[in-house]
């Protein structure tokens, strides 16, 4: 199922994507979800709501087109969103002037804070201190339950489900030190949506073809099979440290073909459009604009 945040006549809400329309959940469950943070009320009672909503798939009205609403992030609060670096061997080797890089020994984590958190089809915001704005067209994974020293071959279970994002990098902030944080968490610099594909959806997150362009070139094209660190080998390392919980988002790293990797690098102008698409998960779109005076 598709499951998304929208905004619709002044009112927030989830709903259930059926091809170009939605139903409301919020009104079809009774309004038993909570309204501060719906989504992850939802994920986190999903096996008690699992069949009603396949059910409302089959047989409800819509209560709107997704035409006329606003689309937001499936998640708008997480209470983490992580990033992997450098999970993509033709990404690693990618040349890109000013650096060397060898293949990390260990997976390489940092945070994108929740103010980068953004509507999948809203204007990514060009920052006014750098000119060095760049995109990473990824995979995204939503964690559906509570969870702690997760073995990699039962990941799989606590995934609630998968989105498309774009990991927008502001490169020299995120080279000016080790640490990667402000470089990657700008306002509206993790868009992701345009909705959530539940896991039971995906025969197989780990064969599924990604693209991104911009303004219609193709600069990003692989397959999620090339990560070094699958999405289950990424859990398990992240629930020896922490306790991750239903809404948590996880990027899951880019492949090559970023801009910075071009000569002379094609970072993003005020103007660009950036489409990141993933095979069965759907598309994203941002036109890109500088930050207000």
Known sequence: ??????????????????????ISLGRALGGVLSPHQPMIDLISRWAAFKDEVAALREHAAADASLDDVHVLAPVPRPG?????????????NEHIVGESRTVPEHQIWFPKLANAIHAPFDDIVLPRISQMTDYEGEMVAIIGQRCRHVPADRAHEVVFGY?????????DIQKRTSQWTLGKSFDTHAPFGPWITTADEVDDPHALELRCWVNG??????N??????????????????????PGDVIFTGTCAGV????????????GDTVKVEIESLGSIVAHCVDEAE
């Open 259 to 270: 801009g910075a990797a071009f000569n002379p690098p094609k970072f993003l102008r005020a």
């Open 80 to 92: 983490k969103t992580l990033a992997i670096g450098l999970n993509y061997l033709e990404h690693v």
């Open 1 to 22: 199922m598709h499951l998304c945040t929208y905004e619709y006549q002044g009112q927030t809400d989830v709903g259930l994507v059926r091809g170009s329309e939605i």
């Open 217 to 222: 070139e193709l600069r990003q094209h692989s």
């Open 163 to 171: 989105a498309v994002g774009n990991d927008v990098s502001v490169r």
């Open 224 to 245: 999620t099979r090339l990560m070094m660190h699958n999405v289950w080998a990424q859990i398990a390392q992240l629930t020896q440290v922490m306790t991750l919980e």
